[in-house]
């Protein structure tokens, strides 16, 4: 009964009228037909063979692809996504709203060509993803101008920066912040408090505002030679103490960087002849004025250079004469327009196959660059600082001491014992004195 279900079993066809008892049987003849010597190693081939000789493409069912099933993006995947979507949203016309001002930032990806020659600067996608970044802060806040100023780098994370002016600046708090240590801070926009700087650890996140810098915060970072981290809440670990945390820290190094490193054609701004202490140079508007081409630059600084007290003026002297004659001479001012130093910086032209650019590359500070090219008539003239916000070294970084111990006082030097007798007679008569002095000073009793 098992072998007529098990024969039966084999016989059962498939929708080809294919048996496994009628492919066997036809495997079998095969073999006996050709007799190889080799039977066993062509039974698989053979009944491969055997299998194609009833296939069909024709009835051949194709079945559904299944549906795709994509994966969850990763963190940083939807961080890219949703910063692409923004810069969609920020580009994308707007209807329905008041035209905003015409504000422009900076050409970023026309300043990038210019430092590509000397094989500086941001990548391609990096830099437009600046350039979409600044024009949403500048519509934002409402700033008259912003410019990419650099690349600070960190331990941990970096630092873009960028470099604005108000429109409207806003209005100073109500309450008066006591004021700080060492020479009076300048006002906003005058000296190294011309410009309010935003940085932000990558383009896509929030810019945050720096707060302004003051002389005591400029001498204090002097001896200071330490990295950031990124972190703009960060304790300043150094010595000498800083004065605030590394938000304070970095708007310092920024100053110093800017004041010491933006440079420009020496014919391009002049300085007015009764200009007073402090006046920034003007752009030069003579009709005979001519920007010299690239090879034939001459390099000069922009802005004031930051004296010992933390500032790029001195102060007032005091109107009282022995006063201000007590006090120490004021030192010369870093007036701008002055020649740079061979020393402190390298010059190169470089051509592209487009106009010559003149690179300018700073020894004081690492980093810090400067270009000028002229296409046409038109001179530009940018600057770019990407570096860890440390200057140049002389010599080996050494952390200032720490001030010195206090000296032992000296020794007591012991004195003798009054006797007693002396003793009680000084006492006795001071007690005498000041009962005298005290009937001296009551009153007459009245007469009856």
Known sequence: MAATDGKKFLRKPNDDGVSVYTHLTEVLASLLAQKPENALDMLEGVSLACKQKH???????????????PLPPSAAEASVSAWHAATAALLAPKTGEEEPAELTPNDVPAERSLFECAGVGLGK???YRVYASLLSLQQTKALATVRFFGKVLGTEKDYYVA??????????????????????PEEPGVGCNT??????????????????VTPHMIVSSKPIHKYLTGDLSADVRAYPPFPGKE?????????????????TASSMFVMEA????GAMPMPNESEEYAPPPASAVQWCTRYYGILDI?????????????????LPKPQDLITPLTAVSEDEWSTAVYTHG??????????????????????GKAATVASLYIGYGTPALKSQFVMMAPPPFQMEPEELVEQADMPLEEENAAFLEAETAKLAEEAANMEDPPEE
């Open 195 to 212: 410009f309010v700087y935003f940085v932000a650890n990558d383009p896509a996140g929030e810019w945050t505002v720096l707060p302004d």
């Open 310 to 326: 933390g500032r790029t003026t001195n102060l007032p002297p005091p109107d009282d004469e022995e006063e201000a004659a007590a």
């Open 247 to 263: 938000k304070e820290y970095l708007r310092t190094l920024i100053a110093r960087i800017a004041q010491a490193t933006t440079l």
């Open 125 to 127: 996608e990096e830099t």
């Open 55 to 69: 296939y069909a493409v024709s009835t051949t069912v194709v079945p559904d692809v299944p549906p795709e099933q």
């Open 163 to 184: 470099e604005a002016t108000y429109t409207d600046p806003p209005a100073p708090p109500e309450e008066e912040p006591p004021a700080p240590p060492g020479a009076p």
């Open 354 to 375: 487009g106009p010559p650019v003149a690179v300018a590359r700073s020894a004081a500070w690492p980093g810090a660059y400067c270009a000028y090219s002229l296409a």
């Open 274 to 277: 009764e200009a007073e202490a």
